[in-house]
């Protein structure tokens, strides 16, 4: 497999067109009203370093081309597979129609979370990170299998959406089943 830089990926060297240039985890991620244009760019990154198989932009999620995602994603979304659906729950009912056995898993802070570290990861996964301010949404967590929850050891009470998904995917990478 060819590894492209940063330089190389934002001047697209390898043509526009989305290549698969290696075997794709089944791994979906899925934002529900992620607003941060710079935290959906560095995410498709996240996406591409893991190899995950397709990302869900949901809901009032900024899709490409978008110059702040461009930017923050160095022309990840070349690259990975995207697509925006209406909303999250559509984006969980339309993954569940097509796969067999999918885990829903939000990424979220509830009273039924468990720590990220005690969750059995299984591929196929689908991993819900939502909205910066509100977080995941109350029918898209009722619609999930489970819900996982970083620990926090200081007076803040949260990650940022980016970096709580990013600790998640690589979990997931080395506990899959």
């Known amino acids: 497999m060819i590894k492209l830089n940063s330089k190389q990926l934002r001047k697209g060297e390898r043509g526009s067109e989305r290549q698969d240039i290696r075997i794709k985890n089944e791994i979906y991620i899925i934002l529900d009203n992620v607003l941060d244009t710079y935290n959906v760019g560095a995410i498709f990154r996240l996406a591409d370093a893991v190899a995950a198989k397709k990302v869900y932009l949901c809901g009032k999620t900024e899709t490409p081309p978008n110059p702040r995602i461009k930017k923050s994603s160095i022309n990840t979304t070349e690259w990975v597979e995207w697509e925006y659906t209406e909303s999250a729950l559509s984006a969980i009912q339309k993954l569940r129609s097509k796969i067999n056995n ?75 089943h």
């Open 102 to 176: 999918l885990k829903v898993l939000a990424i979220e802070q509830t009273d039924r979370s468990t720590p990220y570290t005690e969750f059995e990861y299984k591929l196929p996964i689908a991993l819900i990170i939502g909205n910066e301010t509100y977080g995941v949404s109350k029918e898209v967590l009722e619609a999930s299998d489970a819900a996982v929850e970083l620990p926090m050891f200081g007076v803040n009470i949260s990650l940022n959406v980016m970096v709580s998904l990013g600790i998640v995917l690589y979990h997931t990478i080395q506990h899959k």
